[in-house]
């Protein structure tokens, strides 16, 4: 038994390992001189030595926050939502990249209510293309970067509302500030997009990169009205 201190990852060679999301929907980490300890059992699954069993598990309820051992349950046995998190290396994935979901059209929805079940679509005139839209006009067949005529086309009951890109700089700007709560090395990609190095939560050891990431995105949600995809 080792402390991992300076791994971003564990691998067992004998299974394949699957890409990790937290889709759409923190935090306060704070580091403890406690590290981490792994070892391999003898089926090849990952034991943790460190006591906490919220941090040491392959699954965690977005919802609560709590994690537990068993991946074969599709919902929370503590609060019985269904939005659980799960895989193999769930505690020792270090490199973040999140992503706002249709962060244009997103932000409209939640300063207009009105607009919440409408297909919506963020763009120029006619002659334009489309900047984002929600997943209702998504439905539809509508994309970004979609001819405005041919939008418009696919989906005629939708709204159409002009980028008000100053707003966005500054949600953008909002999400970047709470990126910075969990971590200081960030790579920005777009406005609402940027990739996060959470390598430091793996050597503290108090709460791992997953937990603070889904954190991030109840605290995107409910404090911004935001959701964001991780991976």
Request: aromatic share 6%.
């Amino acid at each position: 038994r080792r402390d991992l201190k300076h791994f971003i990852s564990v691998r067992n060679n004998s299974k394949k390992t699957k890409t990790l999301r937290i889709f759409g929907y923190l935090l306060h980490s704070y580091c403890s001189k406690q590290s981490w300890g792994f070892e391999w059992s003898e089926r090849g699954s990952m034991a943790g030595s460190n006591h906490n069993r919220e941090i040491n598990n392959s699954t965690i309820c977005r919802d609560c926050e709590k994690g537990f051992m068993s991946s074969d349950l599709d919902h929370c046995p503590f609060c019985t939502s269904p939005r659980l998190v799960q895989h193999p290396e769930l505690h020792t994935l270090a490199i973040a990249h999140l992503d706002c979901d249709a962060f244009f059209a997103a932000v409209e929805k939640r300063d207009d209510p009105t607009l919440t079940d409408k297909p919506l679509i963020i763009g120029g005139g006619k002659r334009g293309v489309v900047s984002t839209c929600c997943y209702i006009a998504r439905q539809s067949g509508v994309h970004s970067a979609m001819p405005m005529f041919q939008a418009l086309s696919a989906c005629p009951d939708a709204i159409v509302l002009k980028p008000d890109i100053v707003k966005y700089r500054k949600v953008g700007e909002q999400v970047r500030a709470l990126m910075r709560e969990i971590t200081t090395q960030i790579e920005p990609i777009s406005i609402d997009e940027a990739y996060l190095d959470l390598q430091h939560l793996l050597e503290c050891g108090e709460t791992s990169p997953a937990l603070s990431l889904i954190r991030l995105t109840n605290i995107l949600e409910n404090k911004l009205g935001i959701s964001a995809s991780i991976g």
